[in-house]
């Protein structure tokens, strides 16, 4: 059974462009989130959608962004590129939304730096 | 909201030692607890997680954790160590949707022979 798949694994911006991450599930996995990792603040949750519809939030400003496609797999932009937006960005996917077998399964991640 | 703190940053260990990683939590209400494991290049992965019941649970690789709920922890333990287990370990709270979770900062773990 196929992992989760996350593309590309590392591209380089520069300050002000914009970057789209891609995530592909599980197969029958229906919840994907998204997570940034960084040396100083940790693993810290963007957002998960759940049947295209984005169910919960984490405290990120608004240049960052996601949706899901009707076949689970899930996109998230980030626009106007930071220097502090560079991270391991990583996506989990789960069977559903809310679902008490707690078990995320997790991509490799998308390695971004902004220059 | 929630916040979880992993005192330990970095712990070196021979092989067959025992290990006890710590993990404190901050949330009055009812919690789930993870704890995950990131072997070097490979991706993040569930070591162990509570829900409710026997506050002693036990996960893979032989490795083992306690709820006490009365000092907000959960700390993981392994009695012998391998050089295999080298890796980060993080915890991880849910205080409901299990798909948002509040992680430790991670204690990055390193065996030697």
């Known amino acids: 059974k196929a992992g989760v798949t996350q593309t590309p694994r590392y591209l380089i911006k520069t300050r002000g462009q914009q970057v789209t991450l891609s995530c592909s599930p599980i197969?029958?996995?229906?919840?994907v989130s998204w997570y940034q990792q960084t040396p100083g603040q940790g693993l810290q949750f963007l957002f998960e959608?759940?049947?295209?519809?984005?169910?919960n939030k984490g405290n990120f400003p608004g240049r960052f962004s996601g949706r899901q496609f009707s076949n689970s797999r899930s996109e998230m932009n980030v626009s106007t590129l930071e220097l502090g937006d560079s991270a391991l960005y990583l996506c989990?996917?789960?069977?559903?939304?809310?679902?008490?077998?707690?078990?995320?399964?997790f991509g490799e991640g998308s390695r971004l730096t902004v220059l | 909201a929630q916040s979880v703190s992993q005192h330990n940053h970095h712990v070196i260990l021979s092989e067959a030692a025992s290990l006890e990683l710590g993990c404190n939590y901050s949330?009055?209400?009812?919690?789930?607890l993870f704890w995950y494991v990131q072997y070097p290049g490979q991706h993040l992965q569930l070591l162990l997680k509570?829900?409710?019941?026997?506050?002693l649970v036990k996960g893979i690789k032989g490795f083992e954790a306690e709820f006490i709920k009365s000092k907000f922890s959960f700390n993981l333990r392994k009695p012998s160590v391998q050089w295999s287990d080298t890796a980060e370990y993080f915890c991880?709270?849910?205080?409901?949707?299990?798909?948002?979770?509040?992680f430790g900062t991670g204690t990055r773990l390193q065996v030697t022979l």
């Open positions: 197969s029958g996995h229906r919840s």
């Open positions: 991880a709270v849910s205080t409901g949707t299990a798909s948002k979770l509040t």
């Open positions: 959608y759940f049947s295209e519809t984005q169910r």
């Open positions: 989990a996917s789960s069977l559903t939304s809310g679902s008490l077998t707690g078990e995320l399964f």
């Open positions: 509570y829900f409710s019941g026997d506050p």
């Open positions: 949330y009055g209400g009812t919690v789930n």
